[in-house]
Every structure is written in C-alpha cells, then in structure tokens.
C-alpha cells in the first residue's frame, strides 16, 4: 500500500458528505427542517464543501426527506459549497432545478432484483429516466451517475463487472460529469474493489470516480486505502457512521466522515477539513437522532490529543 510523503505537497482528496441524505432517510422520527439545515451548515462550516443534502424522491417512499425544498431553502449558501441532491425521475429532477442545487445524482442499481426493489423499476426503465434527467440536467446543474449494489446484492449475491460496465457505459453516453460506485450493503472487499476500478479505469479513463462504502462488515476503510491505492481520490462517506438502505436487508452505516478523514489526513493526504470542529458537529448529530453512533474518532478524538494524567484512574491494590 502506497502512502503520501508527507515532507511534499499533500495530494488532495475531496469528501462528499452523504450523512443527511443516506443517513436521515432511514430515520424512523422526522428531523426538523430547520436542523438538518443546521448540520449541513455546521459542516460547510468545518471545511466540507462536498454535500449529498437531501433526495427528491416520493414523500410516501421517504417521508424523512418529504421536506426537501424546505430545507434547501433555510440553507446558508456559499459559492464554495456544492449541494447536490438525489432524483429518481423527471418529476424529482425538476424539483431540485426549483430548489436550486448544484448537482444531480441519478441511481441505478447494477442488480436486477435490488433495483426493482429500490426503484420500483427493471433497469432498462430506470436508464430511461435517467435519460429524462439528464436532459433537464444539460446546461443547468452537473450531473453524477451512481451504480448501487456495484460490489455485490443482498438478493443476487456477486454482481458481475459486466452489469456494473452496462450501466456506466449508458451514463457515459448521456454525458454524466462523474462517476459513483456504490457498496450498498457493504458487500465489497479490496480484491473486488480492486478488480471493478481497474476495469472501469480501462474503459473509462476520463470518467472520475468516487466511491462509495458502507461499514457493513467491518472493512470500509481498508476499501478506501484499496481506492487510494489505485488512484481514486473522492470518497462518500456519513457523518458519525449513519446511514444504510432501507430496501437492502442487512445494511448498515457508510462509512464514517470523521473516520474517514483521520485515516487520509494521518496517511499524508489533505482534505480541507477541520477534525476537531467535524467530530464536534458528529457528537452534535449524535444528540439529534438519541443514540450512540458507530464512530470511533468521535469517541477517542484525535491521535495526538492530550491528557492531564491527574484526570487518569489508576490501577490501586
């Protein structure tokens, strides 16, 4: 595994927070508007300038996220902060044109059976509304393709290269801006993430890629180090580990934002991010959804943080 020197400049790697997005929509108590407003602008605040803030999907389908444009609307925006938004179809697509996002992020999953589960569509009606979304997309907000279940389903089992390919060739015929391999249910592994970015690195070249990593299995990190490795240098990721689909049995939370940007930050890459004022916003969402969240720096804080060994127990007897 290659690391950065960090005696020159560190390369950069950019961070797309997903948290209230992938993370809230599977809450089951709604979040008020004004509070998930309030945690994307804690975490532009922190230096995330990367944000998947909400999805226009069917408020029956979610109801969490029933209060897209509401949201968007009490945001405090910064030319430098993009704000991208998850759409299903036309109809959602041309809600977040209202809303005034920056970026469109259509989906479609390279399993047949996930993707009819999580769409209510086969895969060739679903190419066809992102078809409809990028037209609306064209001249007026980037658009970003996304493949969920890339590295495996929790019906199919392994997902060949091959479906993966099919659907980033279509996108690539519709003139997508990038590119996201999504884990799902966290199902990938370093060889299998190894195995599909070499292939689309061959096939596509010019297409950036981002991944995207769930923490299913323990082993979301060592993908991302896997991703480093060969060359990628975006990731998504969930503030305080939250998240998981509610249309895949056994998924669980992305990876974790703060996790994530110790690990790259401690491996000689930089991510403009503030960790302290990040694991201060993680604590925050923490409190917000009323339980304990799976990060671990939130918990142990940084490497190099100190102690005051009058503040230590001590072992007696």
Do not use: W
């Not at 689309?200 to 480093?228: E, K």
């Not at 916003?281 to 409190?287: K, M, S, T």
């Amino acid at each position: 595994m290659k690391f950065s020197d960090p005696s020159t400049t560190r390369p950069r790697v950019a961070i797309t927070e997903v948290g209230t997005r992938d993370g809230f929509q599977a809450e089951p108590t709604l979040i008020p508007s004004a509070v998930k407003a309030g945690v994307i602008d804690a975490l532009v605040s922190a230096g995330v300038r990367r944000i998947e803030a909400t999805s226009f999907v069917s408020p029956r389908a979610v109801p969490q996220l029933a209060d897209a444009h509401e949201m968007l609307a009490q945001l405090r925006r910064r030319a430098d902060a993009h704000i991208a938004a998850l759409v299903p179809n036309a109809r959602g697509a041309e809600r977040a044109l209202g809303a005034g996002v920056d970026e469109f992020v259509c989906f479609v999953s390279a399993s047949e059976t996930h993707n009819r589960a999580n769409l209510n569509a086969p895969i060739a009606g679903s190419l066809v509304h992102v078809a409809e979304i990028a037209g609306i997309a064209r001249g007026n907000v980037a658009l970003r393709g996304a493949v969920a279940c890339a590295f495996g389903c929790p019906f199919e089992g392994d997902v060949p290269v091959d479906a993966v390919l099919r659907i980033v060739d279509a996108y690539a015929r519709l003139g997508v801006d990038r590119l996201t391999l999504g884990d799902t249910t966290g199902m990938a592994t370093p060889p299998t993430v190894a195995k599909l970015v070499d292939a689309l690195g061959r096939g596509h070249p010019d297409l950036p890629i981002a991944l995207h990593f769930h923490n299913t299995r323990g082993v979301g990190l060592a993908n991302v180090m896997v991703g480093l490795d060969l060359g990628i240098r975006e990731f998504e990721s969930s503030i305080a580990g939250l998240g998981g689909c509610p249309f895949a049995p056994g998924a669980t939370g992305n990876i974790c934002t703060e996790d994530l940007v110790y690990l790259l930050e401690e491996s000689g890459f930089d991510t403009g991010i503030d960790l302290e004022a990040l694991i201060a916003v993680a604590r925050q969402v923490e409190e917000i959804i009323g339980r304990t969240l799976p990060g671990q720096v939130m918990k142990a804080g940084p490497r190099l943080r100190r102690y005051s060994p009058a503040d230590a127990r001590r072992a007696v007897g």
